[in-house]
């Protein structure tokens, strides 16, 4: 059971009127934050086992929902990443590669690869609608494969 679940973005949110107001009442835009959030993990049994910090940072992107195209959309639109979109999942069947829909995830995948990160490694993991957050239009986690950590999610899209 999870109390205190880590969210950063509460902020963003909140100051987005300003933020619209600040760059010339124009979508699209990003902006991001860096903060302090914090989770208690907690057993029934043995009350609070212990407190965690994390330091997160994230980026929003807040994009025209009339006029969703990017002018170098082109350029990476046939780009093939290893995805487990949500009919993969409904019927039992693991990843695999598929070009990918929308050009926020192929920005993900490139940030990721550009960072290091070996590209047989990374896959896209599209949310099931009954663990979707409940403002979020689609959903989908990029995840990285470790010895440590299997398949750890690293950034969660939200279509709002």
Known sequence: MKY???ET???????????Y??????????????????RNEISPRQGLLRVRAFTLAEIKHFVDP?????????????LELLMSPMDLQMSGQSAKR????EAVSKRVYLFLT?????EERVRCKHHLRNVMVHNAADYFDA????????????????HL
Do not use: W
């Open 114 to 118: 550009r960072l290091g990160i070996d």
């Open 9 to 19: 973005a509460q902020g963003i949110f909140v100051n987005f009127k300003d933020l």
């Open 143 to 158: 995840e990285i494969e470790s010895s440590c950590l299997l398949n750890s999610p690293i950034n969660p899209c939200n």
């Open 21 to 38: 107001y600040y760059i010339g009442n124009k979508l699209s835009f990003a902006t991001a934050q860096i903060g302090q959030a914090f």
């Open 4 to 6: 205190m679940h880590f």
């Open 98 to 101: 598929l070009c990918l829909g």
């Open 66 to 78: 009339d006029d969703k195209s990017h002018p170098k959309y082109s350029e990476v639109e046939n």
